[in-house]
């Protein structure tokens, strides 16, 4: 079949595309129509395509499906989106005032590190150290006073005394009866 089979028919498929209302060009009407689709059919199954013509259907076809994925796979995209914004949406207006507060704390610290005279809290944490020193000074000698007197102890004399001393408290507790 050559390729003016298809062409050949255009002034018949004009022809049935005009509004007819009698009976008999009706049924004309339908007979050029599937003698139309026929030989397109015919056409298409007898494979007589150029090459160039299938290639560039399938080229199309190829791209089609591609365009359809990535419109899908955008889809999905924008829907995931959607999901997220309205799941974190409800949260907002709560993380929003959380946000303000701390921008109002931090505002307030700011205000009160505005207000210090560093130079000064640094010489006060200077003489805070200077008798924080003279007071550990003191404690140690004064422990070191305290040490010397518990080795000055004599600690066999006192030993005894505390043996005297219990036995005279045995003494006193059998003369009142116990």
Known sequence: MDHQGIAGNENAYEEAQKPNTSEKNITSNRTIREGM?????????????????????KKMLFH???????????????????????????NTT??????????????TVAADFEEVDFPIVFEEINKLINDGQALTINASDSMEKALGKVESLDIETLNQSIEDFSAVVKTLSRFFGR
């Open 94 to 107: 709560k993380i929003l005032k959380e946000a303000e507060f701390a921008f109002y704390k931090l505002n």
């Open 64 to 90: 089609s499906r591609i365009r359809t994925w990535c419109t899908v796979f955008i889809a999905l995209i924008f829907l995931t989106i959607g999901i997220f914004i309205v799941s974190i949406g409800s």
């Open 37 to 57: 689709m026929n030989n397109r059919k015919e056409y298409i199954k007898s494979g007589d395509f150029p090459d160039k013509q299938v290639n560039y259907e």
